[in-house]
């Protein structure tokens, strides 16, 4: 389908240099080809996946990058650990058409690097709560990766999962207060079959560990039916009803279970309008967060969970 | 010359809104021609003048943007007294065939004004010495609004002059770490013909004021003297030297002479290589900035004082 240079049919051409990428993207826009733009820290699951669909149905050209950044992560967290798959990551990116992967070496980032750059973009506000008190710098992390990519990539559209809900909002901000030129669309978290929110590093639990972590699509269901079919409107119940659930499972640890305005993350007392219930917890030394969303008026609750996939499919998802 | 969209011959279309301006460039852009963009807080003066012409030399398109930032002045700084002049800058900018003004409202720039953008952009190590000691938040001020133009504008160029050394050693240092797509050309210091640094502050100096502010310019000449005829290498030796031609006058107080790596801006003690004097001083209220740069290597020493306007001249300056 992309001929612009051309590679060979059904791979996805893969480029490791900034100024490559960009002659590339040139010559397809000079020739009237809109861009779609999935950034990612590979090891793909169906969640990324339905990123890339969303992208290929709107755009003659998807972009996937493929880039650990390793900003966005603490001195502390699971930087080394970061599940890696760069040849099933191919093979993803070339059953969904993907045009390009674009793959930088961490010096192609950041050069200099592991020298911090001196240029960082930063969110006030949006990155205190949820998972910035815990991830301190995590967001700036993001946000500076981010706004560097969309200056390579020049992407008409660029995709994010609803599961980094905070990670979003977060985008949304950043392109709307520095007038980006790209439109943010956010895609529906995906499940697997017995609920757990697909995540990268799902691959670093164990069996035990990963029964375990079905507790967490346990505890924002409960919520969900207080809310959607008890009446409940007030916050700190919620909460506390979503968090109860998590502390029955032993293997897993709760971090924060908070209740917030879906936009602006700020804390709610009372459901009212867009509500997101985030949650993050602790699976052994692997952290997983979740959320679901919940709009709330005179009419009643209607509650957004994502979307599972189905369990005989061969991998495809429901989130188109 | 300017026909996309049509606007009468020798007067810049003045645009205030983002969307406005962005369709219009849009437009230009889709018939291949090129924007070269000068950012200003306008009150313009042949610096300004000559940054136009160079872009105007090197694209078919050139925009200039006229916007007193709020977000790079302190709170006891001079925002309210800096000086404006619309009309006068859209003669200026029709005399250089400008073909776009964007001057937008404080809004336009900052929804929520005076509430701060929750988003900002800052730059590590350039930043804190010079005149980013002086004013805590200046260059994150600078780095946020020229981030936030780059986006709105799209230039392949943009201009800026390098009175303001550390402002362009930020700016070079954004657009790469950031990877934007644009080239970032410093342009020659202009002076008034008796040295002093042409700045829109100029306007706020009593005449008796205006005559002592020469003293700078005198300074930096002692200092140039100092390197390129009496081959003096010690940086502390050129710093004093500079200095205390400064507080020869009494209405002239010195904030900063200093002597920095000019990429870098990192203190030296030994001068080699592209070396930026640097000075800030108060003439009453004003606070005025001048520098000059000295390459220097084993042949000797070249000093870059900027240029002068021709006296006798109705505005030409020397920096094409």
């Known amino acids: 389908m992309d001929h612009v240079p051309p590679h060979p049919a059904g791979r996805p051409l893969v480029i490791e240099r900034v100024a490559e990428l960009r002659a590339h993207l040139d010559a397809a826009r000079a020739q009237a ?37 390793p900003l966005q992560f603490g001195p502390t967290e699971d930087l080394a650990r970061y599940p890696r798959d760069l040849e099933g990551d191919l093979a993803v990116a070339a059953a969904e058409d993907v045009g390009v992967v674009f793959a930088p070496p961490v010096e192609e980032m950041y050069p200099g690097f592991p020298a911090p750059p ?8 949006l990155t205190d709560g949820l998972c910035g008190s815990a991830r301190p710098g995590h967001f700036d992390g993001v946000a500076t990766v981010v706004t560097k990519l969309f200056s390579v990539v020049g992407p008409s559209t660029a995709y994010f999962g609803k599961k980094d809900a905070q990670q979003l909002a977060v985008v949304r901000r950043l392109a709307a207060d520095l007038c980006l030129p790209v439109k943010i669309v956010g895609c529906p978290l995906v499940r697997e079959a017995d609920g757990l929110a697909m995540s990268s590093r799902n691959r670093n639990l ?8 079905t507790v967490i699509h346990r505890g924002l269901r409960a919520g969900a039916e207080l809310v959607a079919e008890g009446g409940e409107r007030d916050a700190g ?32 007392d009372v459901l009212d309008g867009d509500v997101l219930v985030a949650v993050a917890a602790r699976v052994g030394d692997v952290r997983l967060i979740d959320n679901m969303t919940i709009h709330i008026d005179a009419e009643g609750a209607v509650v957004d969970l994502g979307v599972a996939v189905a369990p005989t499919e061969e991998g495809l998802c429901a989130a188109r």
């Open 118 to 125: 001196l240029t960082t973009v930063a969110i006030a506000g």
């Open 206 to 213: 164990s069996p035990a560990q990963r029964e375990a972590a």
């Open 237 to 268: 119940r919620l909460r506390r009803v979503v968090a109860n659930v998590l502390t029955t499972e032993e293997l897993v640890r709760l971090e924060y279970a908070e209740v917030v305005a879906a936009d602006t993350l700020a804390p709610l």
């Open 33 to 69: 080809r809109t861009v779609g733009f999935v950034p990612t820290m590979g090891a793909f699951h169906e969640g990324h996946r339905s990123l890339m669909r969303a992208a290929r149905g709107q755009h003659d050209l998807v972009v996937v990058s493929l880039f650990v950044n």
